[in-house]
């Protein structure tokens, strides 16, 4: 969510926090905080986060989604919220500007989330998630993918005044099997390909809905309901980003401040919604919307919003 709509979202959540405190005995200092939590509440698997880099490019100004490259070492990539056009930018683990690419023959309606995906033939593919939908007024919503740009070194003198560009980048429509949404989680399984999508809402569980989608057609897929997530905040379905792990036995999930990893060990991978998510420590995130695994799975990484914003990281012990 943009800062031009974060305001509108605070009056519920406060409202819809107040309450919810005084019906509980027991809950985190305030939305999303983990700073708060016991060492025995935070998740055992990750080291303390550290900061490892800020943000180099001056064109990113509200990093609201983040993928790890399975195809390049080393490469990151990160986009705007609205208010941008359809630029997505690379960059490596410290934050060091690796090239602007406009992206071509799509549009930036309203961008949450970013994702990438390995195919069976080795292609390397970025999907993002035009999901945004505060006024819940769009009830098709489109997905897009496109190959990833091989990262070169001269791709650090692009901006979005003068960017690269991708391939064509093709859309996958789809549509909530019961309402519209608004959404800032797009996740895809690295294993099946299938699209995941977690809601964003202050009054409940995150819902979470599962689609195969069909790039380059106008048939529009029905997203089916799975599960759902409630996070051990307040408000707990407020879910601004995630990514599933490369084995595809952890997700991790995050509000505006802190993390929250599901794992299972079952062959039927949406079990995991069934598992209870565990916080863990992203460090002082102020306003964060993106994160996700590093390629060997080893590592999370996490942003902030704003210019020069901090990269976060926590790493498997």
């Known amino acids: 969510m943009s800062n031009k709509t974060i305001a509108k979202f605070i009056g519920l959540v406060i409202s819809f926090a107040i309450g919810a405190m005084l019906a509980m005995s027991c809950s985190h200092a305030s939305p999303g905080d983990t700073s708060k939590a016991s060492s025995a509440e935070l998740s055992p698997d990750w080291t303390k986060p550290v900061i490892v880099g800020r943000i180099e490019s001056k064109d990113v100004r509200e990093s609201s989604g983040l993928a790890a490259s399975p195809c390049q070492p080393n490469v990151y990539w990160t986009h705007n919220d609205s208010g941008d056009d359809a630029f997505i930018f690379a960059m490596d683990e410290t934050g060091k500007d690796l090239g602007t690419y406009e992206v071509t023959n799509a549009r930036n309606e309203d961008w949450e989330d970013i994702a990438a995906y390995k195919a069976a033939d080795g292609t390397c593919y970025l999907y993002i998630g035009d999901t945004g939908n505060n006024k819940f007024e769009r009830s098709e919503l489109p997905v897009y993918r496109v190959k990833e740009p091989t ?167």
């Open 151 to 317: 990262v070169s070194n001269s791709g650090s003198h692009s901006d979005e005044k003068d960017p690269l560009r991708t391939e064509p980048a093709q859309a996958a429509l789809f549509k909530y099997q019961d309402t519209p949404h608004n959404a800032e989680t797009l996740m895809v399984n690295p294993k099946t390909g299938d699209v995941y999508v977690l809601t964003k809402r202050v009054d409940g569980p995150s819902l979470v809905f599962k689609f195969k989608p069909s790039f380059g057609s106008n048939q529009v897929v029905i997203a089916q309901k799975v599960g759902e997530v409630s996070v051990p905040s307040v408000p707990n379905g407020l879910l601004t980003g995630g990514a599933i792990s490369p084995d595809a036995t952890r997700v991790i999930l995050c509000d505006y401040s802190s993390g929250y990893e599901l794992t299972t060990t079952s062959s039927t991978f949406d079990d995991i919604w069934k598992s209870k998510p565990v916080p863990v420590d992203l460090g002082e995130r102020k306003h964060g919307e993106a994160i996700t695994f590093a390629a060997d799975g080893k590592a999370v990484l996490g942003t902030n919003e704003g210019k020069k914003a901090e990269i976060f990281e926590v790493k498997l012990k």
